[in-house]
C-alpha cells in the first residue's frame, strides 16, 4: 500500500474569492452554498443551503460568485510551496495536493516530521493548512481534516480510521442514502459486508467505495502491459509568449493523448504536465486525471503557467514557452462505457471534437451548453456553462413563489424586448402594489408593431430579495394573446413593460 501525504487546505472556494476564515462568508452556485467560511459556520451556515436561509442565519454573510479558475490558479502557489520540499506534488483538485510520502519521510526523519515541515511551509504561504499522512490518498485527506492540523496514520491502520466516519465522507450521496437505510451508518459497517456481494448489489461505483471504505486502493493493482510512448509533445518557435497560445496548444496534445489511450485500450487516472520555458527552467505538475476532458487539461496547464507570469504583463508567459508535454503518469486498463440507446458513440465524439476546435478558436466562453437549473422565471432556468466545464452543483430545486408554470415558452429574447400595454382608451396599463390592473389590456406593442390583445392572464407576482435592499426586485408577469396569433410573456417592473419570452 502507498503511503500519502496530503495537504488540504480547508475552505479553498472561499479562500479563491478573496473571504478569510474570519469573515463570514460564503461562495455560491445559482443561489446555494457552495462553500463557506469557518465564522459562517459558527453562524449556522452550511454548504448546499439556499443562500436564502443562509442570510437568515447570518445577516452579515458576504457572498461571492464561486470562481474555479480563481481556484486552480491561486492553488498553484501552495503546490508550488510543497514542490520545494519535494518535486513529486498531486493536484488532487485545487485545495487538496498529495505527495508519495516514503521517500521524504526518510529524508526529513519521519512522517510526523514531513507532515509539520509540509504544514508549516503551507502556512508560511499565506494559507491555512491541514495535512495527513495514511495508506491511500482516501484515508490521507482525512488524516488531514482531523483534529489540530491533521494526523498520521500508523501503516496498516486506514480500516480502522476510517471506521468510525459516516458515509457522506465517500460522496456518493445516492449510494449512501441507499446504505443508511439498509441500516448501514458508517464506514466501518460497510466495510464488513462481503464484497462480491457489494459488487452484484451496487454495481461498479459502490465496489470502489467499498474499497475505500476498507482503506485499499479504489482500483485493485492490475499490470498493464509495457506499451509505446504515449505522451505527447508539442514545441513553439518562436517561444510562445501569451498562454493563450500554450492554452489551445495543450487542448490540441490532450485531444491526441485521449485518442492514443483509447486505441490501446487504456485509461490515465493521473496525468504529469510539463512546460518547458526559453530559459530552460522546466515547470512539471502531476494532475488527477479521472475523467478529465480536454479542455478540462488545457484549464490545468493554464492554472500551471499562471504562476510564472510577471506581475502586471497581462497574459504574457515568463521566459516564454518552448515547448509542452502531456505524459499519463498512471495507466490502467480501460473498463469502457456505456453506449446510449441509440448505437455507438461516434457521433457524439465528433461533435465534441468539432465544438473543442471551434472554442479553441473563440475562447473558453466561446461555445457553451444550456443547462436547467432552478429559477422563477424561463430566463432564469438555464445557464450556459462552457463546454468542457462540469454542470453546476446543488442547483435550487424550489419552490419558487411567482414562478411561471408550464408549458415553457420558445423563445427567451436576451435582452428582454421592451414593450407597451394599453387599455382600451390608449393608456397603459398599471399593476398596482396590491397587485391590481388599473384595466384590462387592449392593445401591445412590441418593437413598434401595434396588435389587439384577444386573451389575457395574471398578473403573477414575484417580490424577489426583499431582505437586500441593493438588490431586491419586484415585478409583475401576465401571459398574453394577440389578434396576429402570436403569445407572450409580460413582465412589468418599475412601472415599464417587457417581453420576457415568446410562446411558440
Do not use: N
Not at 437568515?56 to 502557489?77: I, Y
Amino acid at each position: 500500500m502507498t503511503r500519502v501525504l496530503a495537504a488540504w487546505c480547508p475552505d479553498w472556494p472561499v479562500t479563491a474569492v478573496g473571504i478569510d476564515a474570519a469573515t463570514p462568508g460564503a461562495a455560491v452556485v445559482h443561489g446555494r452554498v457552495a462553500a463557506c467560511s469557518a465564522a459562517a459556520r459558527a453562524e449556522g451556515v452550511r454548504r448546499g443551503q439556499r443562500l436564502r436561509d443562509a442570510q437568515r442565519r447570518c445577516p452579515g454573510l458576504v457572498v461571492r460568485e464561486r470562481d474555479t479558475d480563481a481556484e486552480g490558479r491561486r492553488f498553484e502557489a501552495v503546490a508550488e510551496a510543497v514542490a520545494e520540499l519535494t518535486p513529486r506534488v498531486e493536484v488532487v483538485r485545487p485545495g487538496l495536493c498529495a505527495i508519495p510520502a516514503r521517500g521524504p519521510a526518510r529524508f526529513y526523519g519521519g512522517e510526523e516530521a514531513l507532515r509539520v515541515l509540509v504544514q508549516d511551509t503551507v502556512v508560511e504561504a499565506g494559507h491555512d493548512c491541514g495535512t495527513g499522512v495514511a495508506d491511500g490518498l482516501f484515508a490521507a485527506e482525512l488524516a488531514a481534516r482531523a483534529g489540530q492540523g491533521g494526523a498520521v496514520v500508523p501503516e496498516g491502520g486506514a480500516a480502522a480510521f476510517l471506521a468510525p466516519y459516516p458515509l457522506s465522507v465517500l460522496d456518493r450521496p445516492e449510494l449512501a442514502d441507499l446504505l443508511r437505510r439498509l441500516g448501514i451508518k458508517t464506514l466501518g459497517d460497510f466495510a464488513a459486508l462481503p464484497s462480491g456481494h457489494v459488487a452484484s448489489r451496487f454495481g461498479a461505483d459502490g465496489a470502489l467505495a467499498h474499497r475505500l471504505a476498507r482503506g485499499e486502493e479504489p482500483r485493485p493493482l492490475a499490470p498493464v502491459r509495457a506499451a509505446a510512448d504515449l505522451s505527447v509533445r508539442g514545441g513553439f518557435d518562436p517561444p510562445a509568449e501569451q498562454a493563450e497560445r500554450v492554452v489551445f496548444a495543450a487542448k490540441r496534445l490532450a485531444g491526441d493523448l485521449h485518442e492514443g489511450l483509447a486505441a490501446a485500450g487504456l485509461a490515465c487516472v493521473r496525468l504529469e504536465a510539463a512546460v518547458g520555458f526559453a530559459d530552460g527552467h522546466v515547470l512539471r505538475r502531476l494532475w488527477r486525471h479521472d475523467g478529465l476532458s480536454a479542455l478540462a487539461v488545457a484549464e490545468r496547464v493554464r492554472w500551471q503557467l499562471s504562476a510564472h507570469r510577471p506581475a502586471g504583463d497581462g497574459d504574457t508567459v515568463w521566459g516564454g514557452v518552448t515547448w509542452v508535454e502531456l505524459a499519463p503518469d498512471q495507466l490502467v486498463p480501460d473498463l469502457g462505457r456505456q453506449e446510449g440507446l441509440w448505437g455507438r458513440t461516434t457521433v457524439t465524439d465528433r461533435i465534441a471534437r468539432a465544438a473543442d476546435r471551434i472554442q479553441a478558436l473563440l475562447g473558453h466562453h466561446g461555445i457553451a451548453r444550456p443547462v436547467l437549473v432552478g429559477g422563477r422565471g424561463p430566463g432564469e432556468r438555464v445557464v450556459r456553462v462552457p463546454v468542457g466545464d462540469l454542470a453546476p452543483a446543488g442547483a435550487p430545486e424550489g419552490p419558487w413563489p411567482g414562478s411561471v408554470s408550464g408549458p415553457a415558452p420558445a423563445v427567451v429574447p436576451v435582452p428582454p424586448a421592451p414593450a407597451e400595454l394599453a387599455d382600451a382608451t390608449g393608456a397603459a396599463v398599471v399593476v398596482s402594489a396590491r397587485c391590481e390592473v388599473s384595466a384590462p389590456p387592449a392593445t401591445l406593442r412590441v418593437r413598434g408593431r401595434p396588435a389587439a390583445v384577444t386573451g389575457w392572464t395574471g398578473p403573477w407576482p414575484a417580490d424577489e430579495r426583499w431582505w437586500d435592499p441593493a438588490a431586491a426586485r419586484r415585478r409583475a408577469r401576465f401571459q398574453v394573446a394577440t389578434d396576429d396569433g402570436a403569445a407572450y410573456l409580460l413582465a412589468v417592473e418599475g412601472g415599464r413593460w417587457h417581453v420576457e419570452a415568446v410562446y411558440d
